[in-house]
């Protein structure tokens, strides 16, 4: 090879760099002559708006009885403000938007159909109405085929996801809180998740026991995808071949392998709070726990570390709102959203658990206590006084700062 410059390589160099220079004011040139705005949406943004919508408009077409307690609810697009659903992972939830006599309220509900049913064009939300319950009274009386539902778009972490999730699922589940698991049966069943099923239900009363008949004809069909258990704790029960009791270590232990399955949970908090010990207790990693938002604590004075102090107590909310500011009372043992929704104070909420994080306002002043098991706060929200009021209970008075799409609702 010649030892004499290579001078093409020079002018090679000179030559790319001018044609830069002119790349930069002809890119200039289309910027300048460009509109100001999209003719048309980009693509990825449609898609995201209609994977993630913010809200769903959905009508009721029909209402079944599951039992004396317990209805589901076909919710199908009212083909005006939604003309599809969006599509879900087995075990999300939706929150339902209701107003009830003025108070503007959101419930979670966990989806009990399967997504390939809302590729079909439904949504089935199962629900238990609870003796006294402000949300699902309402929605039991006012729910009729035909009935207007505004509802979020699908929410929550608990469904299955093969790079964090084993392949083989246990479904810990009580009472109503089957309904999640119901979806991932289908799901799994109709081939469209690849995992297995196990589902350990444990229920106190035979008449409550929701899905049983699906379960089963589920079973027998599928019985390489889908297993279930029943656990039945009342004294006498018709169930062939249930354990009895609750779904205990022992329980679990006879029915999985803790060494390598994935363990779900879904049902009321004192059964979350019961499993995750039994779990530990039989060395299951957190890591391969997953549940379903806590749900909304009701009853915070069973827990150890709630303020005494609180107890009986009635606080003031200062709350600063971009149009001035509302003075609200609350109750030590009511939680800070609850108080502003009975002051007709619209703040944003779904999960009512802590997790979401849809409520997250600013604390300015007081004290608040956060229940153990819904602190769903990022570190750098704890230090800079960043608050979720589902989850957070005045133990004197407060001063908050309201996210800005919060509503006032006037009398």
Not at 106 to 112: A, E, G, K, Q
Not at 226 to 236: A, I, K, L
Not at 260 to 279: A, H, I, K, N, R
Request: with cysteine.
């Amino acid at each position: 090879m010649s030892d004499k410059p290579m001078k093409f390589k020079v002018k090679g160099s000179i030559r790319d760099l001018l044609r830069f220079k002119n790349l930069v004011k002809k890119r200039a040139k289309i910027i300048d002559a460009a509109p100001a705005s999209f003719k048309e949406e980009p693509y990825i943004n449609t898609l995201a708006a209609r994977l993630h919508p913010e809200l769903q408009h959905l009508v009721v077409r029909e209402v079944i009885e599951e039992t004396g307690t317990c209805k589901t609810f076909r919710l199908v697009p009212d083909g005006a403000g939604s003309r599809e659903l969006a599509f879900f992972q087995a075990g999300q939830y939706l929150s339902v938007k209701l107003d009830v006599n003025g108070y503007r309220i959101t419930r979670p509900y966990s989806i009990s159909s399967s997504p390939s049913d809302a590729l079909k064009g439904f949504y089935d939300l199962t629900i238990k109405r609870l003796e006294g319950g402000f949300a699902t009274g309402f929605i039991w009386n006012t729910w009729k085929t035909g009935s207007a539902v505004t509802a979020s778009g699908p929410l929550g972490q608990m469904y299955h996801a093969p790079l964090r999730d084993g392949r083989s699922i246990v479904a810990l589940a009580g009472g109503s809180g089957v309904t999640p698991f119901r979806s991932m049966a289908r799901e799994i069943c109709y081939g469209r998740l690849d995992a297995t099923l196990r589902l350990i239900y444990g229920c106190a009363d035979d008449q409550e026991i929701l899905f049983h008949d699906e379960f089963r004809e589920l079973a027998k069909k599928y019985p390489d995808r889908f297993s279930f258990v029943m656990v039945m704790s009342c004294e006498e029960t018709s169930v062939e071949g249930c354990e009895k009791g609750f779904i205990t270590r022992s329980v679990i232990q006879k029915h999985s392998n803790p060494a390598v399955d994935s363990y779900f949970t879904c049902g009321p908090d004192v059964m979350y709070d019961f499993t995750g010990l039994e779990l530990a207790a039989l060395g299951v990693p957190v890591k391969r726990i997953r549940r379903e938002a806590y749900g909304e604590i009701k009853k915070p004075l069973r827990f150890k570390d709630f303020p005494q102090s609180a107890v009986g107590r009635a606080f003031s909310i200062n709350v600063r709102l971009k149009q001035g500011s509302v003075v609200v009372s609350a109750s030590g043992d009511e939680s800070v959203l609850v108080a502003l929704e009975r002051a007709k104070l619209a703040p944003p909420s779904a999960c009512r658990s802590g997790e979401c994080q849809y409520c997250r306002t600013l604390l300015v002043k007081g004290d608040v206590w956060v229940g153990p098991e819904c602190d769903g706060r990022r570190a750098a929200d704890r230090q800079t006084g960043y608050i979720h009021p589902c989850a957070s209970f005045p133990v004197s008075d407060l001063e908050i700062v309201l996210p800005e799409n919060g509503e006032v609702r006037k009398n």
